[in-house]
């Protein structure tokens, strides 16, 4: 199976700052990674698919980015609420695997 | 309004079984693959299954190849998924989510394994 692998585990930034979470995965993708939000006790939130696209209504400081085995989720300027755990997924293989998660704290 | 919700989670022995449900509206259900994902106590999310929105195919992530298995019933607008010798692994909660990648979720049913 694929492994997808999130840097770093935990990213320590403040509100406004920038966030930069990278995903690498063991074997060359198409593209298709998509990357999720969850928060404590809730269900996941679709960010971004197919590497780059927004799902209607994320706001647009999430961007994604990358190719081949490497890829990258930004927070240009980070909101209260954007306080979470990141998971990047691959969707090119069977059986679809998620990362290990980049937790994003207040400093 | 379109929603999921998961039913069926319960406290069970290792080796024993339990049957998950999520149940769909506000959406055409029989138009949608429906996806299970978990997430274990301290852990991150585990994918576990797929099945296409006519239920001839279904996927599975390696751990639980062979002892779960993912069905579906459009006329009631149910996924099911089917829990057998369960681990202690198993513990976590599991969330349905529509379409492969999961546009809209369930709020999640918790299964814990334990004697």
């Known amino acids: 199976e694929i492994v997808m692998t999130q840097s770093p585990a935990t990213l320590s930034l403040s509100p406004g700052e920038r966030a930069t979470l990278s995903c690498r995965a063991s074997?060359?993708?198409?593209?298709?990674v998509a990357w999720y939000q969850q928060k404590s006790g809730q269900a996941p939130r679709l960010l971004i698919y197919y590497t780059s696209t927004r799902v209607t209504g994320v706001p647009a400081r999430f961007s994604g980015s990358g190719s081949g085995t490497d890829f990258t989720l930004t927070i240009s300027s980070l909101e209260s609420e954007d306080f979470a755990v990141y998971y990047c997924h691959q969707y090119d293989q069977w059986p679809r695997t998620f990362g290990q998660g980049t937790r994003v704290e207040v400093k | 309004e379109v929603q999921l919700v998961e039913s069926g989670g319960a406290v069970v022995q290792p080796g024993g079984s339990l049957r998950l449900s999520c149940v769909g509206s506000g959406f055409r259900f029989s138009s949608y693959a429906i996806n299970w994902v978990r997430r274990a106590p301290g852990k991150g999310l585990d994918w576990v299954s797929v099945?296409?929105?006519?239920?001839?195919?279904?996927f599975y992530a390696d751990a639980v190849r062979g002892r779960f298995t993912v069905s579906r019933d459009n006329s009631r607008n149910t996924v099911y998924l089917q829990l057998n010798r369960l681990r202690a692994e198993d513990t976590a909660v599991y969330y349905c989510g529509r379409d492969e990648l999961g546009d809209f979720w369930g709020h999640g049913t918790l299964v814990t394994v334990s004697s």
């Open positions: 099945i296409s929105m006519r239920g001839d195919s279904a």
């Open positions: 074997q060359r993708l198409s593209s298709t």
